[in-house]
């Protein structure tokens, strides 16, 4: 299953809403999570089963969608916001991720 | 706090077989799958294989018949083998913990990450 994220790269301002989408090739129900890397850091979890949040992972962040389209949104950019995001499908092995959002500072 | 550690692999050669070993620290073994994720330039996010709860390994098709994964309870940790190595292998390998007594797949831990470099 191919994941295509959206856009690849996008520049914003501390507390703006930020808005990543991720489409799936075909319908992955709502097995999909979303991870955030910080440059020389492995992957953190930030969302699983398509919108549930991972413990300790503060509320700006929120994920929705269903079927082949998800997104990943940041309700008021912060500092340490400033990273790459990236989804993966838990559907069907083998399991796949999205190529990446790099979110930077304008 | 449960902790993964990663050795280093370092520098192969073509050819040579990558063997990494995943250390489980400060938490429960038992009821979770393991997983082998690696980031390159190229291929960005490349999901490796799994041992599942139940002992149950899967692996990704593209790797073929290279790749294995194996966990050993009575030391806390669990090991990748890739065969025959090329420089496409070039990568960060990461180890990773799912979610606990759960058939989810997401990577819930993460160790730190080792650069594995093949070259002549």
């Known amino acids: 299953i191919q994941l295509t994220q959206s856009p690849s790269f996008l520049s914003a301002s501390i507390g703006d809403r930020v808005t990543i989408t991720c489409r799936a090739s075909q319908a992955i129900s709502s097995y999909l999570a979303w991870y955030q890397q910080k440059p020389g850091k492995a992957p953190k979890l930030l969302v699983y089963?398509?919108?549930t949040l991972q413990s300790g992972v503060p509320s700006r962040f929120s994920g929705s969608g269903s079927g082949t389209e998800f997104t990943l949104t940041i309700s008021s950019l912060q500092p340490e916001d400033f990273a790459t995001y990236y989804c993966?499908?838990?559907?069907?092995?083998?399991?796949?991720f999205g190529g990446g959002t790099k979110v930077e500072i304008k | 706090q449960v902790q993964l550690h990663q050795w280093d692999a370092g520098l192969l050669k073509p050819s040579e077989t990558l063997s990494l070993t995943c250390a489980v620290s400060?938490?429960?073994?038992?009821?979770?799958?393991w997983t082998w994720i690696r980031q390159s330039p190229e291929k960005g996010l490349e999901w490796i294989g799994e041992v599942n709860h139940g002992g149950a390994a899967n692996y990704n098709p593209s790797l073929n018949s290279r790749v294995s994964i194996s966990v050993d309870t009575s030391k806390n940790h669990f090991s990748l083998t890739l065969r025959s190595v090329t420089a496409a292998d070039t990568a960060i390998y990461y180890c990773a913990r799912g979610p606990e007594r759960s058939t989810w797949k997401y990577s819930q831990l993460w160790g730190q990450g080792t650069l594995v470099t093949v070259s002549s």
């Open positions: 993966q499908q838990l559907d069907t092995y083998p399991l796949t």
């Open positions: 089963a398509a919108s």
């Open positions: 400060g938490g429960s073994f038992s009821g979770f799958s």
